[in-house]
Structures are given as structure tokens and as C-alpha cells.
């Protein structure tokens, strides 16, 4: 059986899903479906011990898009329909009735952002603050209430339609707001944390992006499909160069490291620190390492230059600077230490 | 008096003109077109019902026809040629397709069985361990005073059993996934793999004959 601790997490939104339709008393071939895709998930969870087998049967069978398949036509077929009547003649009422529905729509989708909002904000516990400076929902918000607003200011609902297309309004509240403030976040993260200077190129260059594609759509919001691809096509531009990047500051982080483990087991307290103390003879590792090390940064060296054509010398000779095809500057000046 | 009729028509007009002359959306215009011709045919809203039949499901047939060439297209330009897979099939199967509902069944059925293919396109048992092959070298070619060799020597074994142990487990646990997946070391080639790996064609070529060498 997979402990409940793993299993649990994976089938609780389903029995959740399950719960909520029976609860309603819904009925039918799609209800049936459901159970019985569920009831093949729990057996599954009690037959099996190996999580990963269990996971991937799970996958493999598509069990969780055929229950979501299932409950989505579920829903549909049972969508209240308020006071519209598909079925009558198309007056006032109905069209009233009919706009209604739409608008409704929409402030269930208010009420569920601020709700899915709070719920996380209770889950982070003392980092709820951090939730307000990550979902800045408002800018979403604000776009979905114009478009209640316009609904509620005495229109038909065809009218609605119309005007809602012709203004695509209904674009508006996609959240592309809500996009450039994430695509910001996410490059002054990347500039707070100064590890690689292609991570900050390459969100500068998605900014740039969206604004370009802002400018160039007539209605002043990019296709977010359009820009996906286009953050994509400047990543996979990048991927060689920042790769390199990183790559070679590892193996020069790994030669200098290793100079100053060697350095260091020449010293007399070598055998009381780590790791050499957690050997099973301290004074055996020392030495180990004191005639070894020299070896292996010969050959590590060999590595770097046919890596990356850099000779390790070159790079740290004192007043030597070293530059990639992005500023990683390294300078040795002994005693004070060595800076990127 | 309302005359929704017209108010219908005319937002239908808007609807088709969303999408007319868009050279992305070739099947989605001509659907929405199609659905706008069905309503301006109509002289009494209550027709709309029977000329509108299955036209609406058309249009979202079209649409899915349209995103998922314009993604096609995306990962052909970028070589991604197993994520291609995916919207390649849809494509190819959307026409059949008369209904949103069963259409989007065949999707999500087609992005699992996609999912799955980009999950077992990799060689992370190789290029995951290529620090271990560098530090392998190490120990095997490094000049060092022979009483220290057999550690040495040893040192190089556990990485070697590493290597084959690192390869055994992800073949066994790929294949819970998709029996008999096997680590296909000339996938490194491939634009999409390759240009993950920043080092000359001759390291890469000397490393994959290391791993073949160490694994078999």
C-alpha cells in the first residue's frame, strides 16, 4: 500500500471533485466514470508500495484527464441556468436573464480570486505578507469589473457581446497586467541575486519583448501565447553562452579550491579540521592530500583548456584579467583573497 | 422595442471581423465567418437555432487547429522536435472533431502521451554525470607518488560503479514509465540537447566514449 502521506495529496482534490457532485446529486454515465476512475486510483494506492511505480500508472493510464474530462462534461450538463430559458421566446426577460448569467460568471471569478488569495495567505502563516507583493490581483480585478459595469449599465446582452469584442475587453482581463509586474519581479530578483549575468539579460530581454509586442498590438495587450514563444526563442538563443558561463566558473571555483586544500593540509593543525579530522587517519589523509592535489590540478587544468581554451596560469597572474563573453572578471591578488 | 435580432447580427459582424484577414488564425476566421453567415441569414432570431447546429463547436475546432500550428510551427523553428510531437498529432486528429467536448478529450489525451515522451527524451544518466567523467580523468591520468596509486585506483572504481549504478536506476525507473527505455547517448547530438552541453565536439565525443567505455 502507498503511505497515505504520499498517496493523499495526489487523490484528495478528486475525492474533493467526487464529494462535490455527489453532494449535488448529480447522476449519470459522466458521474459513473468519474467514480469508477477514482475507485481505480485507490486501488491502485492500495495495492502498490512503490510510489513511483504509482505514479507513473496513474499518468501512463491518463487517470487524472480522464476524471477531469469527466467531471468538466459533468458540470456543463448540469450548469445552473438562472432565470434564462433556451427554450422559450427571446424576450427582455430572457435576455435579461441570459446577461445575467455572464455577469455572474464574472463575479464568481472576483470572488474566487480573492478567496484563492486568502486561503494562501492562511497557508503561509507568518509569509503571508509575501503573498501581496507576489499576486498583485487588483490590476485583474479592476479589468473584470469593467466589464461587469458595462453589463450592469442597462445594455442588452448581444449589446454586451458586442461592445465587450469590439473594446476586447475580454482580452483586458486576461491578467497581461499582471505578466509585466511578474516579468519585473523576477529581474530585479535576478539582478538582487547577481549569480549569473545571463539570468538578467535574459529577463531584461522578456521585458523588452512584452513591451514591444504592447506597442505593436493594435489593442495595446500582446497574445500571451506569441510571448511565451518569443521568451522561449530568447532563452534557447541564450542557453550555449550562459551555460559556458557557469561551466567555466565552476571548474575555476574547482582549481582554486583545490590550491587551497592543498595549502591548507601544509599547515600544522591540517589533521584537526575537516575532513581531514573525519578520516580514519587524519594524519594519513593530510598526507594524501599534500602529494596528490598538485597531480590532480595539473590534469584539472588540462580540462579547463580543452573545455574552454583558458589557461588556469594566464587567468591568475596578479593584475590578470580574465573576461567571458559577460563580465566575470576574476582577480587574484594572494593575501586579499580572490573576487569575481 | 429591441429589435435583438440585428443587435445579434451585428455582434456576430464584430465576432468574424476578430479574426478576418489574421494570418495566424486561417481556420478560426474562416469558422467565425461561416457562424456569422449562419446568423445574417436568419430573418427571425428563433432560425438561429437550427442554422446554428454545431457551427459554434466548428470554432473551437478551428481555434484548437490554429494555436496548436502557430506551437508547431514555434517548436520546429527552435528544434524542439519531441515537444513538435504533440501539437503534430492534434492537428492531424482535430478535424475529426465535430464536438468541443470530444475534442477536448483527444487533447488532453494527446499532451499526456506528449508529456510522457518529453519526460524520456533525456541522457541525465551522461550529461547529469559529467562532473564524475572530469573527475574520473582526474584520478586516471594524474601523476602521483605510486604509494598512493591503489587509493587512488580505488577512488576511480567507486566512481566507475557510480556511473553504471547512476545508469541502472534511471534506466529501471524510465521504464515504469515506458518499458524498455534505454539511455540513447547519440541523442546528445541533437540541437536540443547539444546546445546544453558548452563544450568542443571532441570532449563530447571523448565523454560519451568514457561513459560507453565505463558503463558497459
Known amino acids: 500500500m502507498i503511505d497515505t502521506m504520499y498517496s493523499d495529496p495526489m487523490l484528495d482534490t478528486f475525492r474533493n471533485m467526487m464529494k462535490e457532485v455527489d453532494d449535488k446529486g448529480y447522476t449519470g ?16 494506492a492500495a495495492e502498490m508500495n512503490d510510489f513511483m511505480e504509482f505514479s507513473a500508472k496513474l499518468t501512463t493510464e491518463n487517470l487524472f484527464g480522464k476524471f477531469s474530462d469527466k467531471y468538466s462534461r459533468v458540470l456543463a450538463a448540469n450548469a445552473k441556468l438562472g432565470g434564462y430559458d433556451p427554450n422559450a421566446p427571446y424576450d427582455e426577460k430572457n ?3 441570459l446577461l445575467k448569467l455572464m455577469l455572474d460568471a464574472l463575479k464568481d471569478a472576483i470572488k474566487r480570486l480573492r478567496d484563492s488569495k486568502k486561503e494562501t495567505k492562511a497557508l503561509m502563516g507568518d509569509r503571508a505578507g509575501d503573498v501581496d507583493v507576489l499576486f498583485k490581483e487588483q490590476a485583474i480585478v479592476d479589468n473584470i469589473q469593467k466589464l461587469i459595469d458595462l453589463g450592469e449599465s442597462g445594455l442588452s446582452a448581444p449589446e454586451y457581446l458586442r461592445i465587450q469584442t469590439e473594446k476586447n475587453l475580454d482580452k483586458a482581463m486576461q491578467g497581461n497586467v499582471v505578466t509585466r509586474d511578474g516579468l519585473v519581479y523576477t529581474h530585479n530578483f535576478n539582478k538582487a541575486l547577481a549569480s549569473s549575468p545571463y539570468l ?3 529577463s531584461e530581454k522578456h521585458i523588452q519583448l512584452f513591451d514591444a509586442m504592447t506597442a505593436a498590438s493594435p489593442i495595446g495587450i500582446p497574445d500571451i501565447s506569441k510571448f511565451n514563444f518569443g521568451c522561449e526563442k530568447i532563452d534557447v538563443s541564450l542557453v550555449t553562452e550562459a551555460m559556458r558561463w557557469d561551466k567555466t566558473k565552476d571548474a575555476i571555483e574547482q582549481i582554486i579550491g583545490d590550491l587551497f586544500t592543498w595549502a591548507l593540509a601544509h599547515t600544522s593543525i591540517a589533521p584537526t579540521l575537516e575532513p581531514w579530522s573525519l578520516a580514519k587517519s587524519p594524519a594519513r589523509a593530510v598526507a594524501f592530500d599534500k602529494d596528490c592535489y598538485p597531480g590532480f590540478i595539473q590534469i584539472r587544468e588540462d580540462i579547463l583548456k580543452r573545455n574552454f581554451d583558458l589557461s588556469f596560469h594566464e587567468i591568475i597572474k596578479p593584475g590578470a584579467r580574465m573576461e567571458c563573453k559577460k563580465p566575470m572578471v576574476l582577480v587574484f591578488t594572494g593575501n586579499d583573497g580572490v573576487y569575481y | 422595442m429591441r429589435n435583438y435580432l440585428e443587435e445579434y447580427k451585428a455582434y456576430y459582424r464584430v465576432r468574424a471581423k476578430r479574426y478576418a484577414g489574421d494570418p495566424d488564425f486561417p481556420f478560426t476566421a474562416e469558422a467565425e465567418q461561416n457562424l456569422c453567415d449562419a446568423m445574417l441569414g436568419c430573418n427571425e432570431l428563433i432560425e438561429f437555432k437550427q442554422r446554428l447546429g454545431n457551427l459554434n463547436d466548428l470554432c473551437g475546432v478551428a481555434y484548437t487547429k490554429d494555436t496548436y500550428a502557430l506551437r508547431l510551427k514555434h517548436y520546429r523553428e527552435i528544434e524542439e522536435t519531441i515537444r513538435a510531437l504533440g501539437p503534430e498529432r ?3 486528429k482535430a478535424g475529426q472533431f465535430n464536438n468541443v467536448f470530444d475534442l477536448m478529450t483527444m487533447i488532453g489525451e494527446e499532451e499526456n502521451i506528449n508529456s510522457r515522451e518529453i519526460s524520456m527524451d533525456h541522457i541525465s544518466p551522461f550529461d547529469g554525470n559529467w562532473f564524475l567523467l572530469e573527475r574520473l580523468e582526474v584520478y586516471e591520468r594524474a601523476e602521483i607518488p605510486s604509494k598512493w596509486q591503489p587509493d587512488v585506483k580505488e577512488m576511480a572504481s567507486e566512481i566507475k560503479k557510480s556511473l553504471s549504478e547512476s545508469l541502472r536506476s534511471t534506466e529501471a525507473d524510465m521504464q515504469k514509465w515506458e ?5 540513447k547517448l547519440p541523442l546528445a547530438w541533437e540541437t536540443r540537447h547539444r546546445r546544453k552541453l558548452p563544450y568542443p565536439d571532441a570532449e563530447l565525443k571523448r565523454r560519451i566514449g ?3 567505455k565505463t558503463t558497459k
Not at chain 1, 466514470?33 to 481505480?40: I, K, V
Open chain 2, 210 to 212: 568514457e561513459f560507453e
Open chain 1, 200 to 202: 538578467i539579460e535574459k
Open chain 1, 29 to 44: 454515465e459522466n458521474v459513473d466514470a468519474m467514480r469508477e476512475t477514482l475507485n481505480l486510483m485507490e486501488k491502485y
Open chain 1, 95 to 97: 435576455d435579461q436573464a
Open chain 2, 179 to 183: 518499458p524498455g527505455w534505454k539511455l
Open chain 2, 90 to 92: 492534434i492537428i492531424n
